[in-house]
């Protein structure tokens, strides 16, 4: 079955560091998502993208960056980890038209 | 962009239905009104979609008003295990499909 993976599930750094964090899908999706949700609240979209080499920023983008250099994969990078970072991460992705957003586990991030 | 307003908690009685409202007042025609949950911390589980029409699938029906300024997302026999939080969104198609808002969602509480 295809599926939607993120990794890692769970990770601790320190503040000034990159940390990537992998989303690998293979649904053959051409839209990709990253989100954060921070406790208690909804999810606040950080960046997407539509297809290959194509890459959009989301309403919380400062601090973060994404590359999408394949179909399967949408990576997101933290340039330089701050503690307002801290948070659960959960990558998503779609098909065209109006298919639904297909979520993956999520990646809880603490930044130390 | 369309955002959605819903209430923040609701309560049900196990095997009654559960009617979950959303508010989306500036919602534009090529916009689809999409349900989500999301139980715990699990990434958010698909349960509906409708541009205009009443929809229903095995999860749940989905009624959306004439002027498509809200809609319904009705539960018809609750478990417990439907308690989670329900988020309300609308979202274009296509090169439009990164543009949409999640808000705090609707926590609902089934109980015995």
């Known amino acids: 079955d295809a599926e939607i993976t993120q990794s890692p599930r769970h990770k601790i750094t320190e503040t000034g560091r990159q940390v990537t964090l992998a989303c690998h899908q293979t649904w053959n999706h051409n839209n990709m998502f990253w989100y954060r949700q921070d406790l208690g609240h909804g999810l606040r979209l950080i960046h997407y993208s539509y297809g290959v080499q194509d890459t959009n920023k989301g309403e919380v983008s400062d601090g973060y960056s994404v590359s999408r250099s394949n179909t399967e994969d949408l990576p997101l990078t933290l340039e330089s980890a701050a503690s307002s970072q801290t948070s659960v991460y959960f990558c998503?992705?779609?098909?065209?038209?109006?298919?639904?957003?297909?979520f993956g586990d999520g990646t809880r991030l603490s930044i130390l | 962009d369309a955002k959605t307003t819903q209430p923040p908690s609701m309560d049900c009685a196990e095997g009654r239905a559960a009617n979950l409202p959303c508010n989306h007042s500036?919602?534009?025609?090529?916009?689809?009104v999409y349900w989500y949950r999301q139980i715990h911390s699990q990434g958010p589980q698909y349960i509906i979609h409708?541009?205009?029409n009443n929809e229903t699938n095995e999860m749940a029906s989905l009624i959306i008003t004439e002027d498509r300024k809200s809609s319904t997302l009705i539960l018809p026999h609750a478990t417990l295990r439907d308690t989670a939080v329900y988020y309300c969104?609308?979202?274009?198609?296509?090169?439009?499909?990164?543009?949409?808002?999640f808000g705090d969602g609707t926590t609902l509480t089934v109980k015995p």
């Open positions: 409708g541009l205009k």
């Open positions: 998503a992705s779609s098909g065209t038209g109006n298919q639904p957003q297909h």
């Open positions: 969104i609308v979202r274009g198609i296509n090169t439009n499909a990164g543009k949409s808002t």
């Open positions: 500036t919602i534009s025609g090529n916009e689809y």
